[in-house]
């Protein structure tokens, strides 16, 4: 039973206290300019005001007289405009630009085979090699059909020295 009295009290306490807490922030609010206010806000400079000016003395604008038209009212020149023949369409000869071969096409390579862009993709297999990342492609003959037995030769590595290697397609 001790302890559970000590706990109500203790819990009494905290509810005091941020009744307080909310009571200070109340008071900040509504005054900011209180000694209670750490961040009290800075105090602007009172601006001299002046009195009213003594305006100039009123005039009255001059007043406004009517003047009649004319009886008969004058000629403008307008210029009548004059006609001109419109050129006939001619037969100019143009040279037709030549077509650009298109760079989506790929050239043909003076070699037997062609290097296309590689195809990046994970071990489709999960192979449980760690970190193991290897090279790999395809041999393909003119037609796009797999070609078996070609020498590839591959080099390089972790170690720039190393020599070359003979790989066979297939």
Known sequence: MNKR?????????????TVAMLACYALIYVAP??????????PMERVMELGPVPSPTPTVPPTWTWTPPPA???????PTPEFTETPRPSRTPTI?????TDPRIPT???????ATTPVLRSDP???????WGGIGGQ??????????????VGWGGPVPEQ???VFISG
């Open 163 to 165: 020599e070359k290697k």
């Open 96 to 100: 037709i630009p030549s077509p650009t």
């Open 125 to 131: 297999y999960g192979a449980a090699c760690g970190n």
């Open 72 to 78: 008969t009212p004058t000629l403008r020149n307008t």
């Open 33 to 42: 300019d209180l000694p209670l206010n750490p961040l009290r806000p800075i």
């Open 108 to 114: 043909r390579s003076p070699f037997k085979f062609t």
């Open 139 to 152: 041999v393909i003959d003119i037609d796009g059909s797999p070609l078996k037995g070609a020498s590839v």
């Open 5 to 17: 009295r000590m706990l109500d009290r203790l819990t009494m306490g905290v509810l005091i206290v």
